[in-house]
């Protein structure tokens, strides 16, 4: 039986890291030997991670990559040097320790962050970069005892089911990670969640966005952006990335933030060309991605964004709008997990849409379509509402038009990203 028929990954277990530990425990707790920076919020977390990864590689460390959750294929969640971890080698850990797990009754998610631990111990990593699954406090990547670096990207209201209804709560669950030995970097946040960052880290040095670095000159195209950074210590003009967005900006400047606390922790090999290097070698799929493909011997460009919350959402509005996007109305493949507010979704990004295709998502979370279709008939005449059986479908049905935009869920994303490959 596939692993993914045992191990499920919302299983409504017991919050907490007895399992976690249990088993790492068993295999000598790989997690203690290597270097790692940890990384939670609500958004831009997957975006900073590859941001600091790569101005690793470019520095020329051996760093791992663990991020969540994956789009295509299950290894990318598994990475060092930007390379997914072997077909081989996955399934020789599948085969060793999955029977294991199932006697420590990991979840599905708890068993990959741990096998992530094994895999970048036994490689002999020099660094790895972890990224929070859900929350942070009980979250499995909080095996960790002593991270590097604590950084929080930022703090919006996403899985209230679990993390509470409150910024302040939700803050108070991804400060969780911070430790007494790590220094604290965090993104653009509200007083009310910085304060409670303050209050978790006490004697840490804490950086704000707003207070200790900040970018100017920004520049935007559709081929990429262009900043200048200003830190304390460290000035650097013109730097390029791919990943499209202002919020993208900050997502690098944390990260550059972030390397220069790594310099002191022996990192030296780090210096202003790897970091602009890193930049520029970044890339991360579904954020505000856009592809050209053929789709029935038909060309057009599909724009791809995994944004599945309030603040994720407003961040794909405010980029569509800056790149001209939004000066036609486009036609929209939209789906969302049951968890999200999927109504305040619809809302904001119908008045963009002549033509809605909901496809059904490959994921028992995932919201009905026919339910998806009576909130778009609030804002959408009825015969530019599609209902399909599958991504296939959809992208099938939308090949006449020029430009496509696939938002709303990374599910969605990823099924949009496997059919057009």
């Known amino acids: 039986m596939n692993f993914f028929e045992k191990l499920k990954e919302y299983e409504g277990k017991t919050p907490g890291l007895l399992r976690i530990k249990r088993f790492l425990s068993i295999f000598e707790n790989p997690q203690d030997k290597i270097k790692v920076v940890h990384i939670a919020g609500t958004n831009g977390k997957g975006s900073c991670a590859a941001f600091i990864a790569e101005i690793l590689k470019s520095s020329g460390y051996k760093t791992g990559l663990y991020t969540s959750p994956h789009l295509v294929d ?33 979840s599905y998610f708890e068993f990959l962050t741990a096998l992530s631990f094994i895999y970048f111990e036994k490689q002999k990593v020099d660094i790895a970069i972890i990224e929070a699954g859900l929350g942070g406090r009980f979250d499995a990547t909080n095996i960790i005892k002593n991270p590097l670096i604590c950084i929080i990207t930022s703090i919006s209201k996403d899985h209230q089911e679990i993390l509470g209804n409150t910024v302040e709560k939700i803050a108070f669950e991804k400060s969780g990670i911070i430790k007494k030995s790590s220094s604290v970097v965090c993104g653009k946040l509200q007083k009310k969640t910085s304060d409670v960052i303050r209050n978790k880290s006490k004697s840490n040095i804490v950086r704000f966005y707003q207070k200790d670095f900040k970018a100017l000159n920004v520049k935007m195209s559709l081929n990429g952006q262009s900043f200048d950074y200003i ?47 890193g930049l520029e070698n970044t890339f991360w799929k579904a954020r505000f991605e856009i592809k050209k493909v053929k789709i029935n011997n038909k060309s057009l460009k599909i724009v791809i964004d995994g944004a599945h919350n309030e603040e994720g959402l407003k961040a794909f509005v405010d980029t569509y709008k800056h790149l001209g996007f939004a000066k036609s109305k486009k ?84 099924e949009i990203l496997a059919n057009i490959k």
């Not at 997914?84 to 009754?105: P, T």
């Open 231 to 277: 830190g304390k210590s460290l000035h650097l003009k013109n730097l390029q990335e791919k990943l499209l967005g202002k919020h993208q900006i900050i997502n690098a400047c944390v990260a550059i933030c972030a390397v220069q606390f790594l310099l002191k922790d022996g990192f030296v090999k780090i210096n202003s060309r790897n970091i602009r290097n």
């Open 74 to 106: 299950i290894k990318e969640r598994i990475k060092i040097n930007g390379k997914n971890i072997a077909q081989s080698v996955f399934q020789e850990y599948l085969q060793k320790y999955l029977k294991r797990a199932l006697d420590c009754k990991l």
């Open 331 to 414: 036609v929209f493949i939209f789906g969302s997990m049951k968890e999200k507010n999927y109504k305040l979704m619809v809302k904001k990004i119908a008045p963009f849409a002549k033509k809605v295709v909901l496809p059904k998502i490959n994921n028992t979370r995932s919201v009905s379509n026919n339910i998806l279709k009576e909130e778009f008939l609030k804002f959408v005449v009825p015969n530019n509402i599609y209902t399909v059986n599958s991504v296939m479908d959809a992208l099938s049905i939308v090949s006449d038009h020029k430009i496509v935009i696939c938002v709303g869920s990374l599910y969605l994303a990823g």
